[in-house]
């Protein structure tokens, strides 16, 4: 497993933007396809976006789809989130999350390594 560490969340208005990052670290970055996730309070935990480690395609839910955006840089063994024009049903706790293999899943069982996550909250 790799070790996750999120951070950047915050408080923002609609309409606002945030960047999310995750540092990795215990295992070779780049063998790790990488996703976030997010969980609002009494749902269940949901896929956002992922970013295989071999070609950097990325997979992006359709709710964040044109305003979220995934990225890594291997060099500094790190993911980003970045979140535009965001909305009120954007609030919740985004996890960061690693799988060492290419493929990118949306369930969250299928990921074997998480972050605590950083709380994400937006005001209307």
Known sequence: Q???V???G???QAGGSLRLSC???GRPFNSFAMAW???APGEDREFVAGISFMSGD???ADSVKGRFAISRDNAKSTAF???NTLKPEDTGVYYCAARQASMIYTTPRLWSS???GTQVTVSS
């Open 6 to 8: 999120e951070s950047g």
């Open 81 to 83: 989130l970045q979140m």
């Open 58 to 60: 990325t997979t992006e």
């Open 23 to 25: 540092v990795a670290s």
């Open 10 to 12: 915050g408080s923002v």
């Open 2 to 4: 790799v070790q996750l």
């Open 37 to 39: 996730f997010r969980q």
């Open 114 to 116: 998480w972050g605590q």
